[in-house]
Nanobody, 119 residues
Framework: QVRLVQSGGGLVQPGGSLRLSCAASGTISSIYAMDWYRQAPGKHRELVATITNSTNYADSVKDRFTISRDNAKNTAYLQMNSLETDDTAVYYC???????????????WGQGTQVTVFS
């Protein structure tokens, strides 16, 4: 089985920075893509950033957030700068993984972490 464990997050004032991490472990053969989503209270979960061989960002976070990946550690990061109150949400990592046992490809989710930007 595959597990995603998130760390980071917390409280920050507007203009501040936070870094989220997402470590994948288990019977991993390949990780095709890693993503960060977020869900604010009363809103749908939205895609924030994706990394494969390239990166893509939601317009709302472009030029402020940076997604990166350490393939040797099966870990993705989300560096969040110039945070705004609208960035307040629970952030979830997601990975498209091929596992070896069972031999299958599917998506996995992290446990979620709260990011609160308050003034």
């Amino acid at each position: 089985q595959v597990r995603l464990v998130q760390s980071g997050g917390g409280l920050v004032q507007p203009g501040g920075s936070l870094r989220l991490s997402c470590a994948a472990s288990g019977t991993i053969s390949s990780i095709y893509a890693m993503d960060w989503y977020r869900q604010a209270p009363g809103k749908h979960r939205e895609l924030v950033a994706t990394i494969t061989n390239s990166t893509n960002y939601a317009d709302s976070v472009k030029d402020r957030f940076t997604i990166s990946r350490d393939n040797a550690k099966n870990t993705a990061y989300l560096q969040m700068n110039s945070l705004e109150t609208d960035d307040t949400a629970v952030y979830y990592c997601h990975a498209d993984v091929r596992s070896t046992r069972p031999y299958a490809r599917r998506g996995y989710w992290g446990q979620g972490t709260q990011v609160t930007v308050f003034s």
